[in-house]
């Protein structure tokens, strides 16, 4: 993740930004609901485990995810290549309206989601993933997930030099 630490993406609707401590308490407390847990296939972590699984994220620009969509929360893109150099990165979903309502904002203030760019597996580098998941029922259904999820694949085309590739929404 420490490939994109310095980067802060802006679109009309959501702000990416990188995943830091500040955002684990809000992010644990999305966690704790009983359906994002189902809808993630995600197991209740305590916030300690949280922040260390953040700093992990953080800490390992290179270690490899590997993970199932399960929901209609995540959408899952295939493409051509991803350097293994690259083989994660994950960003917070802010709410851009909040966001640049008041300069100065706190970002936990704004927080939709999340969305990460992945590789999915090891033994073929050249498939990937997005998932996007709008963890704040009040930002559901608004096109926070569509924009982040576009905003990522241009980001992986532009900065990361991933090739375009075929896409496919997950059904579950």
């Known amino acids: 993740m420490k490939l994109n630490e310095n980067v802060l993406l802006l679109g009309k609707k959501v702000v990416l ?5 500040a955002h684990v308490p809000r992010y644990h407390e999305w966690m704790k609901s009983e359906d994002l847990q189902r809808l993630t296939a995600s197991e209740p972590l305590s916030l300690e485990q949280e922040y260390a699984m953040q700093q992990s994220w953080r800490e390992d620009a290179d270690r490899p995810a590997i993970s199932q969509p399960h929901s209609s929360l995540l959408c899952r893109v295939e493409v051509m290549t991803l ?7 994950t960003f917070i979903v802010l709410d851009a309206e909040k966001w640049r309502a008041q300069p100065g904002t706190p970002e936990e203030s704004c927080m939709a989601g999340d969305v990460n760019l992945f590789l999915t597996d090891l033994g073929d580098p050249g498939l990937g993933e997005i998932e996007v998941m709008i963890a704040e ?4 259904g608004r096109g ?3 924009e982040a999820v576009l905003m990522m694949m241009s980001y992986g085309v ?4 991933v090739p375009g590739g075929d896409a496919e929404a997950d059904s579950e």
């Open 83 to 89: 350097s293994p150099l690259s083989s994660e990165c």
């Open 137 to 140: 029922p009040s930002c559901r």
């Open 158 to 161: 532009c900065e990361q030099r």
């Open 144 to 146: 926070f997930g569509t």
């Open 17 to 21: 930004v990188p995943y830091t401590p």
